[in-house]
């Protein structure tokens, strides 16, 4: 990523997520841990020094200090803050009985904003190249992020499997969850990761998402009386 390109993406209104998810923060640590995501995603974790932090944060290094222990604290207050807010965003999508297909879809274009946005690929790679001298960031990561997510949407399939409209008894709900996220983030994921100044069009999410909805309802749809619940629209 460009130096400086990190730094903004730490809005206002992201400032504003943060105090919603930890309300505990006064003004001052929420400043301080804005300054940090943007100096993390700019510069890695091992790069960054509280000094960056604190001439970014505009704050002396005895605040720093006062509201995080060291920099491995801010870094994880920052990755658990960034990932309670995408999990928010998945979690305000309710099931609909007699509508998978639609649910699926509004899950699938949750999770794509979430895994393709700039903020989430930037994160995610500081977390690929931190990971093996500090395995304990990773597994932050991973709890805090895709596994709160994955268990968020595993709940929405075990609503659909009791309400008959789809069979996960070959493989369990969470590999369906599983499954449903690596149909989805496969080639997108993987483009923005490699190539830092692409971006995804909203005809490409389109397609992704309809991709996955149908391979996975092709999958894991039930049968009922009147025939197959859910027909999705072919995609030729």
């Known amino acids: 990523m460009r130096a400086g390109c990190a730094l903004m993406l730490m809005t206002n209104n992201t400032e504003v997520a943060l105090r919603e998810i930890s309300p505990e923060l006064n003004d001052k640590a929420l400043k301080v841990l804005r300054a940090a995501t943007g100096i993390f995603l700019t510069h890695g974790f091992s790069a960054a020094t509280t000094d960056m932090i604190q001439q970014a944060a505009g704050v002396s290094k005895a605040t720093v200090y006062a509201h995080f222990a060291n920099k491995e604290?801010?870094?994880?207050?920052?990755?658990?803050?960034?990932?309670?807010?995408?999990?928010?965003?998945?979690?305000?999508?309710?099931?609909?009985?007699?509508?998978?297909?639609?649910?699926?879809?509004?899950?699938?274009?949750?999770?794509?904003?979430?895994?393709?946005?700039?903020?989430?690929?930037?994160?995610?790679?500081?977390?690929?190249?931190?990971?093996?001298?500090?395995?304990?960031?990773?597994?932050?990561?991973?709890?805090?992020?895709?596994?709160?997510?994955?268990?968020?949407?595993?709940?929405?399939?075990?609503?659909?499997?009791?309400?008959?409209?789809?069979?996960?008894?070959?493989?369990?709900?969470?590999?369906?969850?599983?499954?449903?996220?690596?149909?989805?983030?496969?080639?997108?994921q993987l483009i923005c990761l490699m190539h830092p100044e692409s971006r995804v069009s909203p005809v490409q999410i389109d397609h992704w998402v309809e991709t996955a909805v149908h391979t996975f309802l092709r999958a894991f749809g039930s049968e009922t009386s009147g025939g197959r619940v859910l027909h999705v629209a072919s995609l030729d």
């Not at 500081?126 to 709940?155: C, D, M, N």
């Not at 008959?164 to 369906?176: F, L, R």
């Open 73 to 188: 604290a801010l870094f994880v207050a920052a990755i658990e803050a960034q990932c309670e807010k995408f999990e928010a965003s998945v979690r305000a999508i309710r099931f609909e009985p007699g509508n998978i297909a639609k649910v699926l879809r509004e899950l699938g274009h949750a999770y794509l904003n979430i895994v393709l946005s700039e903020t989430a690929l930037a994160f995610m790679r500081v977390i690929i190249a931190e990971a093996s001298r500090f395995p304990q960031l990773g597994s932050t990561f991973y709890q805090a992020g895709p596994k709160a997510i994955l268990s968020v949407v595993s709940e929405q399939l075990a609503h659909a499997v009791e309400a008959g409209e789809i069979d996960v008894q070959a493989t369990g709900i969470e590999t369906a969850a599983m499954l449903f996220f690596s149909l989805l983030r496969g080639e997108g």
